[in-house]
């Protein structure tokens, strides 16, 4: 049975910095790419950033490029969020995902596993 379990998330000033983590169990985790997404109050789920299996390509939406890093750690089943000169508006519920294959996509559907979240407050 494959687990995503997502931590790191908190309160934090405008400006600040958190990283969030995400373990995997119960597949090999070096062969597939891994995701963030995040949902928003009262918005719908999005893209956030992937990784491929190789950690050889990365993908992120828009508004957070130059400021969110993922990364993996095949030895630790981990994949991480670095998220910098945080704003408001990236006040969500984040969630790790895995995804069915070995390039990082920004679909839904190409992820079918899902961490429970992990909620990030970023204050003005």
């Known amino acids: 049975q494959v687990q995503l379990v997502d931590s790191g998330g908190g309160l934090v000033q405008a400006g600040g910095s958190l990283r969030l983590s995400c373990v995997s169990s119960?597949?090999?985790?070096?062969?597939?790419?891994m995701g963030w997404f995040r949902q928003a109050p009262g918005k719908e789920r999005e893209f956030v950033a992937a990784?491929?299996?190789?950690?050889?390509?990365?993908r992120y939406t828009d508004p957070v490029k130059g400021r969110f890093t993922i990364s993996r750690d095949d030895a630790k089943n981990t994949v991480y969020l670095q998220m910098n000169s945080l704003k408001p508006e990236d006040t969500a519920v984040y969630y790790c995902a895995g995804s069915r294959y070995y390039s990082p996509t920004a679909r839904e559907d190409d992820y079918n596993y899902w961490g429970r979240g992990t909620r990030v407050t970023v204050s003005s």
């Open positions: 990784i491929s299996w190789t950690a050889d390509s990365t």
């Open positions: 119960g597949r090999t985790f070096s062969r597939y790419a």
